[in-house]
């Protein structure tokens, strides 16, 4: 009777994942109970976060919402690593074998967040987390061409005559020869350079 049987880790996941699940079953019955329900057109429409959902959905995006979500999503995965960091941190066992390792982790800690903001200032700096940029950038080329050519060749290829309408019926005699005269544009369509030969199988 001295052996005490215990729970494995396993068994305590298990607990922990039923628990949730019966918790969650829990709150949403006592919301069923409590809550109100007054259903009507407005509650039932379409929620596009807090604007009225007018117009076709098939619209393009304003591509600034994809580089501010990039952006958050860069420096919110780069945070988590440093969870893990302050629990070795904080282990008191390393700390005990040597007393430069906590210097060591604490340095190197300020390293990653150093990195972390310089790149956050970096991407401030150019304006990626403003959702309009108050002053659109121009772009700017180290070609030395005078306005004087690009007018010019604006006006040569805007040079052209229209030619004038001719209402006279043509006969149906001079469009038939002007037909067979005429050389064809498409050259006649080429036998295939080999056929394909089928085999029956050997045993019918």
Known sequence: MTDVSQISEFGKILIF?????IMVCV???INK?????NPNAEKLSSYECGEEPTGNAWLPFNPRFY????VFLLFDVEMVFIFPWATVFGSHELAAQDARWGWLSLAEMFVFLGILIIGLIYVWRKGDLDWIKPTPVVPHTDVHIPPSLYEQLNQEQSR?????????????AATATAAATATPLTEPARKPMFKPAFKKPANE
């Open 17 to 21: 994942i039923i628990t949730g699940i």
């Open 27 to 29: 709150i949403f019955f």
């Open 33 to 37: 109970l409590l809550a109100p329900n």
């Open 67 to 70: 580089v501010i979500a990039l």
């Open 160 to 172: 052209f005559t229209v030619k004038a309408f001719n209402a006279a019926p043509v006969s149906i």
